[in-house]
């Protein structure tokens, strides 16, 4: 019998915590041998009722494979196949407590397990629309899973792939994992009902790659009941999500009142410009024709936009980045890892949780083995008091604390890459919500010998032989992108982030996603 342990990393959610099912994963690792051990960064806790799931791809064994975790989690077979070399099964369940958990996947007589985990928000059911799996052979650059069926809006599909060499996830796709030695997993969701399957670039080898794709939870609502604040005679605009349901949302207002000057449409967005400074609370309602769901949002309006301004800015290469911060700061952090077999996390002293924000994975094919990196950006709302953290990020590492923004801007403008490009390259635009909004942004190059260079208006912040990030403050609403230079033609992808300047009589809050602490490996 082999065993894998793994223990999920995760602060507990703070007391304004939401989440976004457009941005939902939480926290994802995997494990390339019978023992892993993901508690390098002293934390080791769950949030009772999250989603988690167990993918495993191995090289033997036909018997039966239990997963069981500390948590009394209990976990539904999601999908297996044992009929040939290498196996692979997926498992999922709801945590089962909150606190530390350890999980342990056993199966029969099997050898060499290669193991994805990831923890997201409870916005799905255990009921599968379908699962199905692609054998390849020779040396394809990318593989296709075939297609499977979404019955409902907002399907969660998790694909898992193993290959001899290496497997990376392709564009349109989020990364699970951070290093992909031999495997990798990959997420997104689906959006309308359809067919979809997943793709993974391979670096030459056969191998095995799996989907499964998670029915949405019945229709509901994602939105944060406190939506980003308003300023008087200002333009304003604020889309609500909601998750599940069989066909197109369509939203009304059906009780209570918005502040004057601001209406919603019957596609979901608050838009407007507020007359006054008088907030305003309302019931809102979602329906897809046959279900709804309800909910109670509430918009205050500030008197005037305060200027975002950097307390702190500083670049670390390896190890930890000791920044000093203030109750309320925003923390981002902006990392890549180009280092095969290493192990990249994002984490603090102090207990502030963090929403990831953007990953991007790319080939290593430069250096002419089988390797690749990946690069993220994530963000936290410092809780305590002034203190200094020290966030490690990864190889090489940026780290912006900022005050008086408000709210993450919602369209991250992730240009995954890897494209091809020489001279100014630019990341795609991202349209600002509010004047005086906050850029931030990254970009690596596929070649290490190379140079990727962020350029004017944006304040150069980190650079290195091979990516580089930066900063600026945004003007009037428009469309902004973020100009880098490239030394010679190289694939490359990109980042770039906006944030809300914050109003007077607001805290800071980043509702992109579930705070979460981000511990990937």
């Not at 809102?284 to 109670?296: E, L, S």
């Not at 230079?485 to 490359?492: E, F, G, K, R, V």
Request: overall charge negative; some cysteine; glycine content about 12%.
């Amino acid at each position: 019998m082999k065993r894998l342990f793994l223990a999920l990393l995760l602060f507990p959610a703070l007391g304004f915590c939401q989440y976004n099912h457009s941005v939902p994963m939480i926290q994802g690792y995997y494990s390339e041998s019978d023992a892993c051990d993901p508690t390098g960064g002293g934390y080791a806790t769950i949030v009772s009722g999250d989603l988690l799931i167990v993918a495993m791809s191995f090289t033997a064994g036909t018997g039966s494979v239990t997963v069981n975790d500390t948590r009394s989690s209990s976990w539904t077979q999601e999908y297996l196949d044992t009929s040939a070399n290498p196996s692979i099964v997926i498992f999922a369940a709801y945590a089962g407590g909150s606190g530390a958990d350890t999980i342990t996947v056993t199966q029969t007589g099997a050898s060499g397990q290669y193991t994805t985990c990831a923890e997201f928000p409870p916005n799905w059911s255990l009921t599968k629309d379908g699962a199905t799996l692609n054998r390849f052979s020779g040396t394809p650059a990318t593989v296709t899973t075939p297609n499977v069926t979404s019955t409902l809006n907002n399907d969660l599909l998790y694909a898992h792939g193993w290959s001899g060499l290496r497997v990376w996830p392709t564009v349109g796709f989020n990364a699970v994992v951070t290093d992909y030695y031999y495997e990798a997993a990959e997420w997104k969701v689906t959006g309308a009902p359809g067919s979809y399957s997943a793709t993974f670039n391979n670096n030459g080898a056969s191998g095995i790659a799996a989907v499964l794709l998670l029915q949405s939870n019945s229709l509901a609502i994602t939105t944060p009941s406190t939506l980003p604040s308003a300023v008087a005679n200002s333009p304003y605009s604020y889309t609500l999500q909601a998750a599940g349901g069989v066909s197109t949302y369509t939203w009304s207002k059906t009780g209570g009142t918005l502040p004057s000057g601001l209406t919603l449409s019957s596609s979901g967005v608050i838009s407007g410009t507020p007359l006054g400074s008088a907030p305003g609370t309302a019931t809102v309602k979602v329906t897809d024709g046959t279900n709804t769901a309800t909910q109670t949002v509430s918009i205050h309006v500030g008197t005037s936009y305060l200027t975002p301004t950097v307390r702190t800015a500083s670049t670390q290469y390896g190890g930890s980045n000791a920044v000093a911060v203030h109750a309320g700061d925003v923390v981002i952090t902006l990392s890549f890892d180009n280092n095969r077999g290493s192990k990249q996390k994002i984490w603090d002293g102090e207990g502030n949780l963090y929403s990831t924000l953007g990953t991007v994975a790319m080939p290593y094919a430069a250096v002419g083995y089988d390797a690749s990196y990946q690069f993220q950006s994530d963000a936290a709302v410092v809780a305590s008091t002034t203190a200094t953290l020290g966030v490690n990020g990864g190889i090489n590492q940026a780290v912006i604390v900022i005050y008086n923004v408000q709210d993450f801007n919602g369209d991250a403008g992730i240009t995954e890459g890897p494209f091809a490009g020489s001279g100014t390259v630019s990341t795609s635009s991202v349209t600002t919500l509010a004047p005086g909004s906050f850029f931030a942004s990254e970009a690596l190059c596929e070649n290490i010998n190379f140079h990727i260079r962020i350029q004017s208006p944006f304040t150069e912040l980190a650079y290195y032989t091979d990516g580089g990030s930066g900063y600026y403050s945004s003007g009037a609403i428009g469309g902004y992108s973020a100009p880098y230079t490239l030394s010679n033609a190289d694939n490359y992808g990109d980042l770039l982030f906006a944030f809300r300047p914050a109003t007077t009589g607001t805290a800071p809050v980043i509702s992109g996603g579930r705070k979460a602490k981000v511990t990937m490996y």
